[in-house]
């Protein structure tokens, strides 16, 4: 006979985690923090390189001692301004500054990067072009080779900014990634 009041009696728990990422395009729930995630991102990464070039064709065409009369002041103003224009997006994007900025600013950072290409195209140009009027000038080489290279970077950050811009509908969304944790608690009446 098996007493009833004496029957084992057993609680199983199970546990379970759910990771949900949402997208939220206001602008007022960015807090404005160093950004971890992009400084790891390749859009960072494509930034640094952009900084890093734009600062190497501004000291390849200075060292040209022609540099004022070949077109070099066009390849300075065009190196030095895209350095600062991507030194000051990149600054904002990794404090989320720019997540707090009214505007359509994935518009607005698709057009900085074409203007950006355009403007180094020219610049490219008229490298290759003065490069082959004056023969044993390593800055004018030098300078052709980094603008080119630059040119395919801004290539490929272009590419990526259209499809960030053409996904968004134009809207910057902030990420954010919350970690539910749900306990079931359920009880067997007995074995």
Known sequence: MIDLDSAAYSTVSTHQTTNTTTEQSSTATASVKLDKVFMKSTDSILKIAE????LLVFLCITSNPWHSYVGGGWVQFNSSSCMFTVLILWLLLLCRVIYRLPGFWML????HYVVYLV???ISFLICAIQAGKYKNNGGLVATTVFCFIILIVLAVDTFSQFRRWQESGGKITVRTTTKTETTHETEAEFF
């Not at 900084?51 to 734009?54: A, M, P, Q, V, Y």
């Not at 607005?108 to 057009?111: E, V």
């Open 108 to 111: 607005y950072i698709l057009i």
């Open 51 to 54: 900084l890093i070039l734009s």
């Open 119 to 121: 403007l180094y195209l």
